[in-house]
């Protein structure tokens, strides 16, 4: 099992616990690749940041 399925399957277990579980698996799939997306975003945009801090003099 990938990083991403195994991320669905807690997802969707967590989702399921709070009263959740009309998704069907393909969007829980696709709510993983989203955040990745968005963390991936958030991850260059703090190095990004984090660069241009180290330059300043």
Known sequence: MNVKAMMATIL????ALRGVDSLKPAEYEEI???LIEQLRVL?????TRETANK???
């Open 12 to 15: 969707q277990n967590q989702m």
């Open 32 to 34: 993983v690749d989203l």
């Open 55 to 57: 330059q300043k003099p």
């Open 43 to 47: 991850e260059l945009s703090l190095a």
